[in-house]
Each structure stands twice: as C-alpha cells, then as structure tokens.
C-alpha cells in the first residue's frame, strides 16, 4: 500500500532558548527534521506533508532543500497534536493509502521499526508505536490487553492504575489516511490540557469496532530534543550510532570516539580513519582508503587507495581520484587530482585539475582569486611543480613540464618545458665572511 508521511514541527520549542525553531537545529550538520524525514524514506512515501507553524517560513525553506515535493501544512495555532494532523488533511485530499505520523523533533526511529509498522497495519486499523520507559514521567500510557491497544491515556489524565503502566506512547502513529482524519473528527478538547489529543483516536477507534495493536521498539529511538542539552545528548547519540554503522560494515576506526561524522558520511569498507577526524557533510569514502589524524574534510570525494593527511584539509568540491596522496597542512578545494597525483606538504590547490601522476612541490599555491573573479590552474600529467611555486591563475601548466622552486608563474608552460619565473641568484665570494665579522665587531662594542 502506497504510504504518506505526515510529520508534525509546528511546536516553538521554548525550552531551546533560540530563535530558530527547534526542528532545525542540527544533528551531525542536518536539521533534525530531516533526520525523521530521512527514516520516512524507506517506506518510499508517495507524499509527505510537513505541519509547520512557529518559524513555519524557515522550516517551509529547509523542507524544500531536503525534497522540493513535499508538502507544507500550516499550524497557526498549536492546539494539540490531534489538531496538528488535522491540518494535513486538504494536502492529502484524495489519498488512497497509509498515513504515518512523525515527529520533528524525533530524529532516531529506526527504519525498520517503521517498516514492521506498515506490516502491523495489514492486520490492524491503528498502529501505535509503544516503548517501555525507564522512567514513564509525562509520556502517555498504553492501556492493552495481550497484543490490543485498547486506548492511550495521556499522563495528566491517568489514573494511579494508568500511571502505573510503563508502556508508552512514542507518539507515532500509522493507519489508514483517510480513516486516521475520520478519527481525528471526532477528538475533542475535553481534558486536563484542554488539547486535541492524536492519542484519543485509538479509543474512538475501538468504539467504532476498529483494531488497534502496538508495536514496540527501543526506548533509545523515540528520544525526543526539547532543550539544548538533549540537542547535545541526540548529537552524541547520532555518533555513536554511526561510529558503530561504520565499524560493523567494514571500516577501521582507529579511535572511534574522536572521529565526527555528518549525517551523510560515506565510508566503503576496508577504508581506515585515524584519530581525531571530521568529516562535515558531503563526503564519500571509498574502500581501502586512509584518513589520516587530525584532517578535516567537506564536500569531498576520496578514491581508493588515496591518503589524506595527516592534517590535511578537503573543501567542497575535492574530487581525489585513486591513489593519489594529500599530505600535511595541504588545503584543496574544488579541484581534481587525477590518478597517482600527489600534493604532499604545505600546499593549496583551489579552482584546478591536476594531472596524472603529477607532484605537487611544498609551498606550491594556486593564486585563483584576484579579489573579484576566481581562475583555474590547469595542470597536466606527470609534471613535476617545484617547491614554493606561485601559479597566478588563469594558467596551464603541460604535461611532463616542470616549474622552478620558487617560481611565480604567470604564463603558460609548454608540455615538456621547465618554467623558471625567478631572479637569477648571484654569488659574492667571501662577502658573508665580512659581513659576519663587522656584525660581531659591532655587537663587542655594544657589550663593552
Ligand atoms: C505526546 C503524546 C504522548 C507521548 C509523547 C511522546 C499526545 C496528546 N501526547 O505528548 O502520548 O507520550 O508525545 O513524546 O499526542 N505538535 C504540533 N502541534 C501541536 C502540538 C504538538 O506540531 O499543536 C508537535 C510538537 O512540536 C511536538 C509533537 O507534536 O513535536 C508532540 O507534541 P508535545 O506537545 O511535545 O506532546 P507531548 O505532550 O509530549
Ligand atoms: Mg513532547
């Protein structure tokens, strides 16, 4: 059955102290409504539908950058989570299939879980996603019997009996769409919070001779970020989760703990990531590659057998084909390496393509910025750039050619020639002798 997701960010988040609406405050460089929107994809959703109402144009403009099709339900008031699917109901007019409610708030609900929810709804008319709490606190309760989730009751209305339960409600919910807004009718406000209650749709369900059933999952997926400090909690949690992905899919992590990934790091197996490594977004990882310490990576691409750093830094647009070598204190960005090239120490690469097999001397800088426009540097294959060479881009530089150590080269190379573009150095014999001897002479006088 064809799946839509309903995600409800309406809530302001007041316990953030923030003026971005919590939703998107990121977890591992990605807003974490796109965390729960992520999960969502695995039940490929023919339409997803995002209830925003504080800050509703910043999460309207972050859902378009995540999926330019989904859809934006406004929320103007927050009057319970009930109210909130309701809001959901004109974008999905006419949809013959399963809704499923998430949270944007909710960033760790497994992708399975989500699955065995859609298999649980072949059977049953609701399907409620329930855990067992550590420590219930607030958290609906699950009133069932065997398998049969009779009703939920939220926390300020239960009972002794009621609050004595710790299974509870994680808040997302599956039935069918146009089922689940009949329900959603006939909630009312009339309970300690004064809200509509999403929860009240499985008593109302039962009512009206419909099933419902639980299915449960891991405390540990439905952790909600209310505050700056489960932000940093969620933010911890997401690294742990995805130091362990890597490592059980084939990766060395040299030391797991120091290593920090963005939601959607790449890395193929048998590559190894030495200590303290980062890796912001946009970075793929190919197997039997070598991260080295400390180096920091974004945007990039890295090939197999290639090594980066230590120290090293990729910027956006790194693209560094196999076995080529990134050594220390070396910076490229938007530039290809092409296979066997090598830029080993001291160097920046930015705006460029690199030949075959070329070596890049220490110091070499491609100057791509005139203050206004940005230049290319193109260089050729099996060239060989000497140490401390400034190339003032636009500029090429042809294959098996080579440029002098200290060079600033302005204009083109042939291939096969060697640029020098630096002053012809001149030898005065016994000059420094001298100029030694008066130095010390001077110094004696000064001490006396
Ligand atoms: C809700 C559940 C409770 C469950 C708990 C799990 C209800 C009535 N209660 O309680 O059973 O144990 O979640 O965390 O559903 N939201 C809107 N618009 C609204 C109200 C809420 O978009 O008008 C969003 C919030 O931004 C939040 C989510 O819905 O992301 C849950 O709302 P919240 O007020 O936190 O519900 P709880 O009281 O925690
Ligand atoms: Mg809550």
């Known amino acids: 059955m064809s799946v839509a997701l309903i995600?409800?960010?309406?809530?302001?988040?007041?316990?953030?102290?923030?003026?971005?609406?919590?939703?998107?405050?990121?977890?591992?460089?990605?807003?974490?409504?796109?965390?729960?929107?992520?999960?969502?994809q695995v039940l490929e959703p023919e339409k997803t539908v995002v209830v925003a109402g504080h800050g509703a144009d910043l999460v309207e403009a972050s859902c378009k950058d995540y999926d330019p099709e989904i859809e934006i339900?406004?929320?103007?008031?927050?009057?319970?989570?009930?109210?909130?699917?309701?809001?959901?109901?004109?974008?999905?007019?006419?949809?013959?299939?399963?809704?499923?409610?998430?949270?944007?708030?909710?960033?760790?609900?497994?992708?399975?879980?989500?699955?065995?929810?859609?298999?649980?709804?072949?059977?049953?008319?609701?399907?409620?996603?329930?855990?067992?709490?550590?420590?219930?606190?607030?958290?609906?309760?699950?009133?069932?019997?065997?398998?049969?989730?009779?009703?939920?009751?939220?926390?300020?209305?239960?009972?002794?009996?009621?609050?004595?339960?710790?299974?509870?409600?994680?808040?997302?919910?599956?039935?069918k769409a146009d089922v689940l807004f009949d329900l959603i009718?006939?909630?009312?406000?009339?309970?300690?919070?004064?809200?509509?209650?999403?929860?009240?749709?499985?008593?109302?369900?039962?009512?009206?001779?419909?099933?419902?059933?639980v299915v449960r999952c891991d405390e540990a997926e439905t952790l909600g970020v209310n505050s700056r400090s489960e932000l940093a909690a969620a933010e911890a949690l997401f690294q742990t989760k995805a130091r362990q992905a890597l490592i059980e899919?084939?990766?060395?992590?040299?030391?797991?703990?120091?290593?920090?990934?963005?939601?959607?790091?790449?890395?193929?197996?048998?590559?190894?990531?030495?200590?303290?490594?980062?890796?912001?977004?946009?970075?793929?990882?190919?197997?039997?590659?070598?991260?080295?310490?400390?180096?920091?990576l974004e945007g990039a691409h890295v090939s197999r057998g290639a090594i980066v750093g230590p120290y090293a830094r990729l910027r956006p647009g790194a693209e560094l084909a196999e076995n080529t070598h990134v050594g220390n204190f070396v910076e490229i960005k938007n530039a290809v390496l092409h296979e066997g090239a090598k830029?080993?120490?001291?160097?920046?690469?930015g705006d460029a393509e690199v030949g075959e097999k070329t070596n890049i001397g220490a110091g070499t800088i491609t100057c791509n910025y005139d203050g206004v426009f940005k230049h290319k540097t193109t260089i050729g294959k099996q060239a060989f750039i000497g140490s401390n060479t400034m190339l003032v881009a636009p500029v090429t530089i042809g294959d098996e050619a080579m440029t002098a150590s200290g060079s600033v080269v302005t204009e083109d190379v042939p291939d096969g020639a060697l640029a020098l573009g630096r002053s012809k150095q001149v030898n005065k014999p016994n000059l420094a002798q001298k100029l030694f001897a008066k130095l010390r002479a001077q110094k004696a006088r000064k001490q006396a």
């Open 73 to 175: 339900a406004l929320q103007t008031e927050q009057l319970g989570t009930g109210h909130a699917v309701a809001q959901a109901r004109e974008a999905l007019a006419g949809f013959e299939g399963d809704a499923l409610i998430l949270y944007g708030d909710t960033p760790f609900i497994d992708e399975t879980t989500l699955q065995r929810m859609t298999e649980a709804r072949q059977t049953h008319d609701v399907v409620v996603l329930g855990f067992e709490a550590a420590v219930p606190g607030q958290y609906g309760r699950l009133v069932t019997k065997n398998e049969t989730l009779l009703r939920i009751v939220e926390f300020k209305d239960a009972n002794e009996t009621e609050r004595a339960i710790t299974l509870c409600n994680s808040g997302v919910v599956a039935a």
């Open 185 to 213: 009718d006939a909630v009312d406000n009339n309970n300690a919070s004064g809200e509509y209650y999403l929860t009240d749709i499985v008593g109302i369900a039962r009512e009206r001779g419909l099933s419902a059933t």
């Open 343 to 349: 830029a080993n120490h001291l160097t920046y690469i």
């Open 249 to 296: 899919n084939g990766v060395t992590l040299l030391a797991p703990d120091t290593v920090f990934l963005s939601w959607d790091t790449v890395i193929g197996r048998d590559a190894e990531v030495e200590q303290n490594v980062v890796f912001a977004p946009g970075v793929t990882v190919e197997s039997g590659a070598r991260i080295r310490a400390f180096s920091h």
């Open 7 to 40: 995600v409800l960010a309406a809530g302001k988040g007041t316990r953030m102290q923030s003026d971005l609406p919590k939703v998107l405050h990121p977890i591992a460089h990605a807003p974490m409504l796109w965390h729960a929107l992520r999960a969502g």
